[in-house]
Each structure stands twice: as C-alpha cells, then as structure tokens.
C-alpha cells in the first residue's frame, strides 16, 4: 500500500475495484491522500482516473473496497449519514458543467439559492467567492456561454467554494486550456489550497502540475504503480513514472490507448 | 438455432423486465421526493410555463383544424341519412371526449416531451446533472418533480382550450362553409355534451401529461452517449410516450365508461 507518511490521512482507498460490464476499470486501487496536501494523480487517458475520483465522490458505485474519509468508511454509509459526509467535498469538473440556464450568480449561488437563501445573503458570499477566483463582478449576469474555457473553470471552482469544502477533488483543470490560463488556474488552485487548507486531489496530464503538488500517485492498468513527492518526481527510477512524465514510447506502460482490461 | 431462439427470447424478456423495473423505480423515486421533499414552486411554473403557455399556439391550431375536419367528414355520412343537426354533438362529444386530450397531449410530447428529454439529456452528458448531485441538491426535487407536476397540472388547460377551438372550428365550418343552421349546431352540442363527458376528457388529459413527462424525464435521466445519445433518448421519448398515451386512452376509457 501507498502510504504518506508525516501528515494525516485524509481519504484513504482500500483495495477499490470498480467493473463495468466484465470489465476492470480500478483492480485493487490503495492511496492514502494526506491532509492539507495537493495530490496529484497521473496516468493516461482512459485509465480511469476520472472514474476514481466519481468513485471518491460517490457518483460512481465501487465493485467492492473501501474509501475512508476521516477514517469513516463511506462506502458502508447511506442516507443523510453520507450526505454529511460528502459536505466535506467539492468537485471541479473537467469542462467545469455548469448550468447553461443559469447565470454565473446563479450558479455560483445555486446550493444557498436551492437552500432558501435570500439574494440580498447569497450576493455578497458570491462576490466574495467571486473575487477568491480572480474574476470581475461584471460576469455576474453573464450565461456560461459568454464565458471562456479559463473563465468558466473559475466559476467552477467558485461554485464549489460556495460551500466551504475541506476536500476539493478538480477533474483535469487545464484540459483544453493555453499555458497561459493553465498557469492562472494551477496558481489559483495553489493559492486555494494554501489560503484555505484544503485537501486537494487532482488528475492532470499536464506536467506543470507538479510544480504546485505536494503528492504524485500514478494509476495505470487500473492500480497505483507510484506514490511519491512531487518535488523528486523527476528523480525517480520508477519506470512508470520515469517513461510518462517524459512521454517516452518505450517502457511499462503499451503504447496501445488503454481501454477497461477483464481482471484476469 | 434452438439454443441461439432461446437465447434471444430469455434475454429479451430480462431486458424489458430490467427496463420496465427501471421505469417504475424512477416514479416510485419521483413519488417519494414529492411527497418527502419541499416543491420548488418557481420552477414548477416555469415549466408550467414551457410546457403549457409555449405550446398554445400548436395545441389550439390542431384543435381547430380537428374541429374543421371532423365537422366536413360527420356532414359527409350525416347528410346520407338526414342527420346534419347532430353534427354539432358529434364533433363536440368526439373533440371532448377523444381528440381534445389525444391529440393536445399528442401534440405537447412532440414539442414539450421531447425538449424535456434533450435538455435533461443534455444536462446528463455535460456532467451538469453529476455537478448538481456534488452540489448535495436533490436531481429529482430539482428536475423530475417540477416537470411532472406541471405536465399534470397544464394538460387539462391545453386539452380545454383545444375542445374549444374543435368546436369553434366545427361551428364555422358548418356555418359559413356547409350553410347550416347555427341554432342546430348549438342545441345538439347543449342537449347531448354532458358535464361529465368533459370531465372524463380532462382527466384524460392530466393523465397523459404524467405519462409524457413521466417518459420525457426518464429518458433524459438515463441518456448516455453523447450527442448521439441525446437524439437516440429524445425519439425514443416521443414514440414510448405517444404508444403509452394511445395504450392508455383505450383502458381510461373503457375505466371512465365502466365498460
């Protein structure tokens, strides 16, 4: 097992394994995600990474295993007793899914507007979580269609802000964005993590990521084939990491695109 | 060949029990968040809103031109036998009774049941539904719940102001086309249309609305696929609940007729 070793646990992964139809997505993940950190998880696409992260959050079922968050096993957990659970969390989507119908207030707003909460109380929380992510009041009343791909991963991130997550778990923050905005968004993820002292975990390709991590756990056929400090990744021999990080063709990992494996 | 038929007819007969339990679980789901969870009323509206105001226009333009036609085909067999001044009962009782809630509730699926299956579709392949369930917010309170209510509620209005304009179709037509006594046209619709036949055409009506948007939702809840998906979910939602509401319509009425 993956372990980190000077700080708590925060969500820690027992022999998770997720099957889609005969086939095996996650065969036996274990990762321990330390408190306070940003952990990052790499891995090519189609691996599963997105799937792991649904799993943690609980829109996805596991075959079988554990995730304990807080050393409480969510997976045993039903009803109100997960939902107090999954407060602790905050999701950030990879294309940021918010609601076209819905304004950036509005959507920003939407768990406190949902919750009965007046404009005159939710509008200057938005601001505020607004402001948090480096965009301007005018985009208020703007529909995410007027958005770009950067402003929109900020009003995700905003959103999920709103309700004071410890645990924020971003699927692929900087897919599909300029090295430019992708730097913006790795700082502001920084800066969150750092300002807020929230456990992040976040699945990335991008490379520049580690500059900002404190954790790199790299998933391949379905299990975690390293954990380990951002800061010596490029040092490491693990020839997972050592072949990936660098994109090179020869190595562990088949340069055929990875699709779900029978667990054979 | 024998092992390959059996196969076949097993599998089939677990898929529709699958999909049929699936169907049925969702309402019971919907039913239960109905009554467990508080109704979001402003949404409530605005999908009364979407799905009965917008769709006016197309629900009185059928319903007229139902109420025209039925009235030149009644005066085509009536005139054989003498009857022209039971037209007017004729095509009162059969825009009551049938086409009114038939047809509006024929019309609103092909508009309003398929956008509720796109747009929820929509939302399910863009993770905007995932995003919400992260959010702790109720998919259903938020999204089943309002559009059946709605659909329920607004059916019987559109059915109405569809059996209106049938029969002012069918009274123009009769008039100032056929040149038929307005008083005969009048007096068969005031002595045969009983309260009660409008009554068993309304409750019609709202029971339609629950099947097409019972339909509409499902459907949208389980798209999967992409953009593909979405078009494959939003057919799919306009034949099942065009055949549930024509499947239906038989045994309400024979239940209503107590025949």
Redesign the interface.
């Known amino acids: 097992m993956m372990k980190a070793n000077t700080h708590k646990t925060k969500i820690k992964i027992v022999d998770l394994q997720k099957e889609f139809d005969g086939h095996w997505v996650s065969r036996g993940i274990n990762l321990d995600i330390p408190e306070g950190l940003m952990t990052v998880i790499i891995g090519r696409s189609g691996e599963g990474k997105s799937v792991l992260l649904k799993q943690v959050i609980g829109l996805i079922k596991p075959t079988s295993g554990h995730i304990f968050v807080d050393g409480v096993d969510i997976t045993t957990l039903s009803g109100n007793e997960l939902n107090e659970c999954y407060k602790k969390f905050g999701y950030v989507f990879q294309f940021a899914a918010l609601l076209d119908s819905l304004n950036v207030y509005e959507n920003i707003g939407i768990t406190l507007i949902e919750n009965g909460m007046p404009y005159d109380e939710v509008l200057p929380i938005v601001k505020e979580k607004l402001k948090l992510v480096q965009l301007s009041e005018d985009t208020l009343e703007k529909y995410p269609s007027e958005l770009s791909g950067g402003m929109r991963k900020r009003v995700g991130l905003a959103r999920t802000l709103v309700t004071n997550p410890e645990i924020i778990l971003y699927d692929e923050p900087t897919t599909g964005l300029d090295p430019i905005t992708s730097r913006v968004i790795h700082e502001l993820m920084f800066d969150m993590q750092k300002k807020l002292k929230i456990t992040s975990v976040v699945i990335s390709h991008d490379v520049e990521t580690f500059k900002y991590a404190d954790k790199v756990a790299l998933l391949h056929d379905g299990i975690i084939r390293y954990f380990g400090d951002a800061k010596t990744i490029w040092e490491s021999d693990n020839p997972y990491v050592y072949q990936f990080i660098r994109g090179l063709t020869e190595g562990p990992i088949t340069k055929e695109i990875p699709y779900f494996k029978d667990k054979a | 060949m024998i092992i390959t038929f059996v196969n076949f007819v097993g599998k089939s007969a677990l898929d529709i029990c699958s999909i049929t339990g699936e169907f049925t679980l969702f309402l019971v789901k919907a039913v239960i968040t109905a009554f467990t969870s508080q109704l979001k009323v402003a949404k409530t509206f605005a999908q009364m809103n979407r799905i009965g105001v917008e769709s006016l226009s197309i629900v009185l333009l059928t319903g007229l031109f139902t109420g025209m036609v039925l009235a030149l085909q009644t005066y085509i067999g009536f005139q054989r036998v003498g009857g022209e001044q039971f037209i007017g009962a004729i095509v009162a009782l059969g825009l009551i009774r049938e086409l009114g809630p038939v047809l509006t509730a024929l019309m609103v699926t092909g508009r309003a049941g398929s956008a509720i299956t796109a747009e929820i579709g929509?939302?399910i392949i863009?993770?905007?539904v995932?995003?919400?369930?992260?959010?702790?917010?109720n998919v259903f309170q938020?999204l089943v719940v309002p559009r059946i209510l709605a659909s329920t509620f607004i059916l019987p209005f559109l059915a109405l102001f569809s059996m209106f304009f049938g029969i002012i179709g069918g009274y123009i037509v009769c008039v100032y086309v056929l040149e038929l006594s307005p008083e005969d046209y009048e007096t068969s619709i005031r002595n045969y249309v009983e309260l009660t036949d409008i009554k068993g055409g309304l409750k019609k009506a709202a029971v339609f609305g629950f099947i097409l948007s019972w339909v509409g939702t499902y459907k949208g809840m389980y798209t999967h696929g992409g953009a593909r998906g979405v078009g494959i979910a939003t057919t799919q939602s306009v034949v099942a609940s065009s055949i549930l509401i024509l499947i239906t319509n038989y045994f309400l009425t024979k239940l209503l007729e107590h025949l």
């Open positions: 929509t939302m863009t993770e905007q995932d995003a919400l369930t992260t959010l702790r917010i938020y």
